[in-house]
């Protein structure tokens, strides 16, 4: 079990909305990343946040943004939602230490259908 | 530009015997590759790494295999087994990152049949 959780699991929004997706790191992680991950293709990398930094960015308008809480839970926030936007969102939490190599725990997404 | 590939969508192997999964990569400047197997309406499940310093790694029935040369990497299931039945992706850490930027292949559709 990777104590990563995010909420809600499926959400239907409309053209233009704004919308907030959540996630809790596992216990001991420092460090949210955010993935997207449309039909059929591998998870793409949006932004990852430490100590409530945003610290990396992918290749993503900034429209989309997120923050990251003391408890180093996360928000991510997209605005002015399109329909392309449509996917399942991922988060991940690590450890920010290079020397351990550890890999990134994710939740199990949260659906967005943007009408 | 897909600095991670996976050019085969999906596999099918018979039960018991082995299933071999392959990804590409194009940049030189990650150290450090991970496999992750993914069930539908799940989040991926870490399933194995090998740091850009060895070409080999293993886990029980799992070992995957790094060619620095071709920038290539495997994954090797033997035995496979019905339950291994999923969508599998390779990823890469650019040497940059602080463990939290991935970069993922498409995925690969392995199908284990009895």
């Known amino acids: 079990e990777t104590g990563v959780t995010q909420s809600p699991t499926h959400l239907i929004k409309t053209r233009g909305q704004q919308v907030t997706l959540r996630c809790s790191s596992q216990?001991?992680?420092?460090?949210v990343s955010w993935y997207q991950q449309a039909l059929g293709q591998g998870p793409q990398f949006i932004f990852q946040?430490?100590?409530?930094?945003?610290?990396g960015r992918g290749n993503f308008p900034p429209r989309f943004s997120g923050l990251q809480f003391p408890n180093y839970s996360s928000e991510l926030n997209v605005n002015a939602l399109e329909l392309d936007d449509s996917a399942l969102y991922l988060c991940?939490?690590?450890?920010?230490?290079?020397?351990?190599?550890?890999?990134?725990?994710f939740g199990q997404g949260t659906r967005l259908t943007v009408v | 530009d897909q600095q991670v590939k996976q050019n085969s969508p999906s596999l099918s192997v018979q039960e018991g015997r082995i299933s071999i999964l392959n990804c590409d990569y194009t940049?030189?400047?990650?150290?450090?590759f991970l496999w992750y197997k993914k069930y539908p309406a799940e989040g991926p499940t870490f399933l194995i790494s090998?740091?850009?310093?060895?070409d080999k790694n293993e886990d029980g029935r799992f070992t995957v295999f790094l060619n620095k040369s071709a920038k290539h990497l495997s994954l090797h299931i033997v035995p496979s087994q019905p339950g291994d039945s999923a969508v599998y992706f390779c990823?890469?850490?650019?040497?940059?990152?602080?463990?939290?930027?991935?970069?993922f292949g498409q995925g690969t559709t392995l199908q284990v049949k009895p």
């Open positions: 940049n030189s400047m990650f150290d450090y």
């Open positions: 946040y430490y100590r409530e930094e945003e610290n």
């Open positions: 990823a890469a850490r650019p040497t940059s990152s602080n463990t939290g930027k991935l970069i």
């Open positions: 216990s001991g992680h420092n460090t």
């Open positions: 090998i740091s850009s310093i060895k």
């Open positions: 991940a939490s690590s450890l920010a230490d290079t020397s351990l190599n550890t890999e990134a725990f």
